[in-house]
């Protein structure tokens, strides 16, 4: 059955801290995303990863970065985290042959 | 311009009947696929169907069917005899360039609501 974890489903945080969310896949994947969902906008794409070690901006990186030191796992930071980054967080990954993305269950951040 | 169109924020439909959810995109890139995905109370994306450009017929998977309209770019997804467990958000996708890369873009989303 086909795995893709996030490390937390509910997280609150401080204005000002450094934010990781962390996002591992068991398939083995080459491509990896991150998107946040806010109400009326749908997801929309902050960060993806076609090879370790490679990232590509999406349409909103702004206040973002992210790390893929290893294939399976993909991880998003908010250097310093301000209220409006409180939304839900959902990673992604695909590999090439398949139509599928395949999504974790979310992390709804709040920032206070 | 929005790439990804979907016009219904709710819709509400009574159990056992048939409900078209709308979508519309606009892309210039003649290789394309549109996707629906469902999204529960619970959180997770359930992908639920895929319609390629180049495809000839309208995609099915069981009673999801999608009326892809290609010269009006159009990729409503009709759910058929709808049940409870069908209440959720569902949301329509498209990529643009070949199946290799995926970076989706998503519409806003339309709530379904079904009632017994």
Redo the contacts between chains.
Sequence with gaps: DVKVTQSSRYLVKRTGEKVFLECVQDMDHE?M?W?RQDP??????IY?SYDVKMKEK??IPEGYSVSREKKERFSLILESASTNQTS?Y?C?S?S??S????????T?LTVT | AQK?T?TQ?GMFVQEKEAVTLDCTYDTSDPSY?L?W?KQPS????I?LI?QGSYDQQNATEGRYSLNFQKARKSANLVISASQLGDSAMY?C?MREGG??F????????TRLLVSP
């Design positions: 491509n995303f998107y009326g906008l749908g997801l929309r794409l993806f999406g349409d839900m959902l992604a695909h090439g042959p139509y599928e993305q395949y999504f974790g269950p979310g709804r | 990804i979907q924020p696929g996707f995905y619970s959180g997770e994306m992908f895929y949301f996708a199946t290799g995926q970076k989706l873009v998503f519409g806003t989303g």
